[in-house]
């Protein structure tokens, strides 16, 4: 099964449990590390359904490395891996069991197909660093990113100073959300965050399969549980139309954002509203 032309990202959340404990975590707050997960051979056999091209296939979570299928799954896959983690584990385990050439090699400059993030409060700055370093020295492709928070622009300061010195790549990510009443971010659609519920009519270029195997089209029904009509265990045709919504105006700010598209080509936004 051919993905639409117009899915330009992929994500597979194995798990939405995680080592970290953050008391802004959105999948704790929400209950969503209680999720029921694939087990590898299901993730495996569903994926292998779905044509995926030239398009990367990028595992998450919660933290993705806590799943007990974790090497079986990016070993197995047919596509292209990229890889979103805390980077709290064995790395020398990883290392033996993951191949680098099972990750994505872009020649585009920049660009990394590991991203370890930074969770200030969470992470151990000079620990993450030596990870980081030891899976480069290992012909992996990895760099760390951190999320410009007005909280923690000291701290971030603080990593990009130490990851300079280390020969590491450091890059922040907008700050997503509402500080002191402020909303920090840059959206297509601000009024989709505004709380007040309307309907819409809206397409994404985006591919969402939870741990379950449901298949969701943007961020706010994949943390809701909502609206998906589609699971990996029972494949239909994935299409790249418009939908009703009755929920605009609740949006998750991850569909609205406007971001640095994925291969560094420019500012964009995976939803399309009318």
Same mark, same amino acid.
């Given at each position: 099964m051919k993905l639409p032309k117009e899915i330009n990202y992929a994500e597979m959340y194995l798990t939405f449990r995680c080592n970290f404990a953050c008391n802004y975590c959105i999948n704790k707050i929400s209950g969503l590390e209680k999720r029921t997960e694939l087990s590898g051979e299901e993730w495996i056999k569903g994926l292998d359904q779905i044509d995926f091209g030239d398009l990367q296939l990028t595992i998450g979570g919660g933290e993705p490395t806590l799943h007990k299928d974790f090497f079986q799954i990016i070993n197995n896959l047919k596509p292209k891996v990229e890889l979103l983690t805390n980077m709290n584990f064995d790395v020398d385990r990883f290392i033996e069991n993951a191949n680098p050439e099972r990750f994505n090699?872009?020649?585009?400059?920049?660009y990394h197909s590991i991203r370890a993030s930074y969770h200030v409060g969470n992470s151990v700055p000079?620990?993450?660093?030596?990870?980081? /370093?030891?899976?480069? #020295?290992h012909k992996f492709n990895a760099a760390i990113f951190g999320v410009r928070h007005p909280y923690?622009?000291? #701290?971030? !300061?603080? !990593?990009?100073?130490?990851?300079?010195?280390? %020969?590491?790549?450091?890059? #922040? +990510? =907008?700050?997503? %959300?509402?500080?002191? =009443? +402020?909303?920090? %971010?840059?959206? /297509?659609y601000p009024e989709g965050l505004n709380g007040k519920k309307k309907e819409a009519d809206c397409r994404v270029r985006e591919l969402l399969i939870a741990p379950d195997g =449901?298949?969701? +089209?943007?961020?706010? =029904?994949?943390?809701?549980?909502?609206?998906?009509?589609?699971n990996l265990k029972e494949l239909k045709p994935i299409t790249y139309d418009f939908r009703k919504c009755n929920n605009f105006g609740e949006c998750n700010p991850c569909d609205l954002k406007l971001k640095t598209n994925k291969y560094l080509g420019g500012i964009d936004c995976q939803t399309e509203i009318k």
């Open positions: 090699t872009s020649k585009t400059p920049f000079e620990e993450l660093v030596k990870r980081v /370093k030891r899976l480069n #020295e923690t622009i000291n #701290e971030n !300061m603080q !990593m990009a100073w130490l990851c300079a010195k280390n %020969g590491i790549p450091f890059y #922040e +990510k =907008d700050f997503l %959300g509402k500080v002191n =009443d +402020k909303f920090y %971010g840059f959206y /297509k =449901d298949i969701f +089209k943007c961020h706010r =029904d994949l943390y809701h549980s909502e609206n998906s009509d589609n």
